[in-house]
């Protein structure tokens, strides 16, 4: 495809490293990283060392995590200049500025304007492909303006611009998560309709067979007759609750048990529907499951394997700080699929 020369990224706003296995594992090499957030440098450190050893090079005699030349911390205190040359710059630049559950001030939000460093590296180091992906909000946020603001300014330096909404469940996952994708190049917009789905897949194939469960006694929740559970079109199957206090403002008599009226974590899915987004707001894993005779919470590596990781993948020591970053990661096999495309439309 490309003469045999490898195919180099950088990976900003790097998490714990979604993108990096991603596209690590389909043959790319990751060139630099930036990452803020002391817990996620700490994760992403113990994965990637080894598979990326050049980003950890110190820059001093100092051996220290802030001490390498290739893994940056404040995007806003690098300069681009400084930024090793590259085929595809990837970013999840932060989404709170425009979730539906923070306060979508967007560009309003120091965060929002992170997007603009993100432009001056692409100013600055012209890579073949920008590959950005957001929360499904951005669509939506202040009435479509902010996404044309993020769309003309790549137009305004050349590049070519193609967006869709993904969702993780249509690339093997099993969990409902939509996420814009925004995918740039100066030749030509980018095909979604050929990237390659697959069937969803049900919580249960996830599921550790055996663990230290956390289950809950069955008089703190309440399973819904078999009548009234409905998968939704997302897949899920809301089948119950926990006993806890719900909504009931504007609730219609005969209507309590519909899952609008519980708060998230209070709700129990069933085993054989998909799974609600993972939230990045999530400290301590309130996701509650029914297999048909218990319900009890997922565990941590439940999530992670929802996400696409792998087993082997290391977590962080903090449980809190685990489900945080993983609420914030992007689904590998939904990356792994445009990434596929990415090369195979662009000759990377």
Request: overall charge positive; glycine content about 8%; hydrophobic content about 30%.
């Amino acid at each position: 495809m490309n003469g045999g020369k490898v195919t180099t990224f950088i990976d900003l706003f790097a998490g714990i490293g979604g993108f990096h296995f991603a596209l690590h594992r389909q043959g790319a090499e990751c060139v630099f990283s930036s990452e803020w957030d002391d817990e996620c440098r700490k994760t992403y450190t113990d994965n990637f060392k080894k598979i990326s050893p050049h980003i950890f090079e110190l820059s001093s005699g100092k051996n220290t995590l802030f001490e390498e030349k290739l893994f940056a911390g404040d995007i806003t205190k690098i300069d681009p200049k400084t930024i090793p040359d590259h085929d595809i710059l990837c970013a999840g630049f932060p989404c709170q500025p425009f979730s539906i559950s923070g306060k979508q001030r967007g560009f309003a939000d120091t965060r929002g304007t992170l997007f603009f460093n993100v432009l001056e590296i692409v100013k600055t180091k012209q890579p073949k492909v920008v590959f950005l992906e957001n929360v499904k909000q951005l669509v939506y946020h202040d009435h479509g303006n902010t996404l044309r603001v993020i769309l003309q300014s790549l137009n305004d330096i050349g590049y070519k611009t193609s967006w869709k909404v993904l969702n993780a469940k249509d690339f093997g996952t099993a969990q409902n998560r939509e996420r814009i994708i925004i995918i740039a190049n100066k030749e030509k917009e980018f095909d979604f309709s050929k990237l390659e789905t697959k069937q969803r897949t049900k919580i249960k194939s996830i599921l550790d067979k055996t663990g230290n469960f956390e289950i809950l006694d069955p008089k703190d929740y309440t399973i819904l007759p078999k009548e009234l559970w409905h998968e939704q079109d997302s897949g899920l199957i809301f089948c119950g609750y926990r006993n806890k206090k719900m909504r009931t403002v504007g609730v219609r008599p005969g209507t309590e048990y519909l899952s609008r009226v519980h708060k998230q974590p209070n709700r129990i899915y069933h085993i054989n529907g998909t799974h609600p987004t993972l939230p990045s707001q999530e400290t301590s894993g309130r996701f509650w499951i029914y297999d048909g005779k218990i319900v009890r919470k997922l565990t941590v590596d439940e999530c992670y394997k929802l996400q696409g990781f792998p087993k082997s993948f290391k977590k962080n020591s903090k449980l809190s700080s685990c489900y945080k970053q993983i609420g914030n990661s992007v689904a590998i096999p939904m990356i792994e699929a445009v990434y596929k495309q990415i090369k195979e439309q662009y000759n990377l």
